[in-house]
């Protein structure tokens, strides 16, 4: 099962994280991820993926650090 997490790190905005902790998650991510979605991974290992659900108009350099940092705790945290 594909996990579904909001980060509200920064002020009140809830931004959209969604985890795979398997091969087969991470399958469904690739099969139904979103063109905007940024993808986090751990390079050379095996890990989680981890995909970022960047919101319409908005682009990488828009991402706060917090987020960002949430998102690359979570491809940690899943391994």
């Given at each position: 099962?594909?996990?579904?997490?909001?980060?509200s790190?920064?002020?009140?905005?809830?931004?959209?994280?969604?985890?795979?902790?398997?091969?087969?998650?991470?399958?469904?991510?690739?099969?139904?991820?979103?063109?905007?979605?940024i993808?986090?991974?751990?390079?050379?290992?095996?890990?989680?993926?981890?995909?970022?659900?960047?919101?319409?108009?908005?682009?990488?350099?828009?991402i706060p650090?917090?987020?960002?940092?949430?998102?690359?705790h979570?491809?940690?945290a899943?391994r």
């Amino acid at each position: 099962m594909v996990f579904c997490f909001t980060s509200s790190s920064v002020n009140s905005s809830a931004y959209t994280i969604y985890v795979g902790k398997d091969k087969y998650e991470n399958e469904d991510l690739i099969k139904h991820g979103w063109p905007e979605d940024i993808w986090f991974h751990v390079d050379k290992l095996s890990s989680a993926h981890v995909y970022f659900r960047l919101r319409k108009g908005k682009n990488i350099e828009d991402i706060p650090k917090e987020v960002l940092m949430d998102c690359a705790h979570l491809v940690k945290a899943a391994r």
